[in-house]
């Protein structure tokens, strides 16, 4: 158990907001902003984090800088997800994750040439939150329980705890619940039908399930019980726009159609009903 935070001063990155994010979710201990002592090294019950040279986890360091220039891109971020056990995971679950580490060790113009996309793209994609949450989290010396930006970063924390968590057990209960159909126009689509074990969120991650399966370049379309409703929706699988499913807009069982037509409502359950709205809305 830990008993505080060190992290360095000046300016603050996605990489240790979001470490420090995750450990104050685990723990609810104050932040301080400052170089590290020897002796913050040595202690088991502070964590220091993205400074001090050292990446040690039974003291609770986590810093990267020390790594070849040329080593993994890993920062602060990727060692606490490693202590916590979820590193594997989140890579595969959050695919934020893999840019935040290239950019924090690599830079923005190695970045973008990774990416494939113009270095001006990268300040494009920056947001509002961002800067503030950043620029707030880098311009106080220390945080404690109770204040704001604190608690915002107890929540990121928790939340991205809870997904990548949750989503292991999410792929386990569709790779138990959901049916690969094969349509007769030589594609497949993945069927989640409605069952008392349904969460809220049952849909969530059947994309992500089926690129597990290898079956990305096969299945057009996802079905899942609707949540507004005892229906279900229809949505393209990566956006294939062979589903067209404005073609089904004005079916008596057919109650929503979005004009761009990448997903569907139905008040239809039947598996068959089903496969033939399906079949009316593929157009090659």
């Given at each position: 158990m830990i008993r505080q935070i060190v992290v360095h001063p000046g300016g603050a990155h996605k990489d240790d907001?979001?470490?420090?994010?995750?450990?104050?979710?685990?723990h609810g201990v104050p932040i301080f902003r400052r170089e590290p002592t020897p002796e913050d090294l040595a202690d088991v019950e502070i964590a220091v984090v993205d400074?001090?040279?050292?990446?040690?986890?039974?003291?609770?360091?986590?810093?990267h800088h020390q790594f070849p220039r040329d080593a993994e891109p890993l920062c602060a971020l990727s060692l606490v997800l490693k202590h916590m056990g979820i590193y594997e995971e989140t890579r595969k679950f959050c695919d934020w994750l893999e840019v935040a580490e290239y950019i924090d060790t690599r830079g923005p113009n190695d970045t973008a040439k990774w990416l494939g996309i113009e270095r001006e793209a990268m300040s494009k994609l920056n947001s509002p939150v961002d800067i503030t949450l950043l620029r707030?989290?880098?311009?106080?010396?220390?945080?404690?329980?109770?204040?704001?930006?604190?608690?915002?970063?107890?929540?990121?924390?928790?939340?991205?705890?809870?997904?990548?968590?949750?989503?292991?057990?999410?792929?386990?209960?569709?790779?138990?619940?959901?049916?690969?159909?094969?349509?007769?126009?030589?594609?497949?689509?993945?069927?989640?039908?409605?069952?008392?074990?349904?969460?809220?969120?049952?849909?969530?991650?059947?994309?992500?399930?089926?690129?597990?399966?290898?079956l990305q370049d096969e299945v057009v379309a996802m079905i899942y019980p609707d949540r507004?409703?005892?229906?279900y929706g229809m949505s393209?699988?990566?956006?294939?726009?062979?589903?067209?499913?404005?073609?089904?807009?004005?079916?008596?069982?057919?109650?929503?159609a979005?004009?761009?037509?990448?997903?569907?409502k139905t008040s239809a359950s039947d598996p068959e009903r089903l496969r033939e709205l399906l079949n009316t809305s593929w157009i090659g």
């Open positions: 907001f979001l470490a420090c994010a995750l450990l104050i979710a685990e400074v001090g040279l050292e990446w040690d986890e039974a003291k609770m360091n986590f810093d707030r989290f880098a311009g106080s010396t220390e945080h404690q329980p109770g204040e704001p930006i604190y608690e915002v970063m107890k929540m990121v924390g928790e939340d991205l705890i809870k997904f990548v968590r949750g989503m292991k057990k999410q792929l386990a209960f569709l790779a138990e619940n959901t049916e690969i159909w094969e349509m007769g126009f030589g594609k497949k689509v993945l069927f989640m039908p409605r069952t008392e074990l349904l969460r809220e969120d049952g849909a969530m991650g059947m994309g992500r399930y089926v690129e597990d399966l290898g507004r409703g005892e229906g393209r699988f990566n956006d294939d726009k062979r589903m067209e499913f404005t073609k089904v807009g004005e079916e008596a069982d057919v109650h929503f979005h004009n761009k037509g990448f997903i569907a």
